[in-house]
């Protein structure tokens, strides 16, 4: 049967959470529209209310409204499907249908309204993101600080060639002027 990985977004935290729904879970998903409305409870979270926002297929095209059926390749603006180019700019993409079925592969949500337990606390997001910011801090210290130590380096050897270059000219100015 059917398994989809949903992305969930949360406007008012800007903060996105993913999970992976399968059979029975997935079941009140299918055959449900972009812009429907979905009750959390059917997803296993309790007092949220969900809106399908998109979604994209096992081979990664997007789903865009107002398509019929599975794929189909079409010329379009700057929307969903086409970041878009040159002003007026028109191109030829696949994407997939608005429905959803057991070929779509990701769906994403908007969190319309929150249930009484936050989303952070569902999945476990406070340790993962704590994880995420020391690494990023301690990627971060390493680079800036070799770098750093690089320049300074560079900048005393110029000085002492440029140095060194104007000794050994002196002596054939001298040389020159002799004759």
Known sequence: MASFKINIGNPKT?????????????????GLNIGEKIEGSKLGMDGYEF???????????????????????IVIYKSS?????????????????????DKISAINLKVLKEGSKKLSDLFGGKAEEAKQEEKKEVKEEKPKEAVKEEKPEAKEQKPEEKKEAKQEQKPEQRKEEQK
Request: hydrophobic residues 25%; contains cysteine.
């Open 14 to 30: 800007k903060k996105c959470y993913k999970t992976e729904v399968k059979e029975q879970q997935a079941a009140p998903l299918m």
């Open 81 to 101: 499907g086409f970041k878009g180019g040159l002003k007026g700019m028109k191109k030829r993409k696949t994407v997939c249908g608005h429905k959803i079925n």
């Open 51 to 73: 809106q399908i926002t998109g979604g994209t297929d096992y081979s990664g095209f997007p789903m865009r409204r107002g398509i019929l059926g599975e794929r189909k390749r």
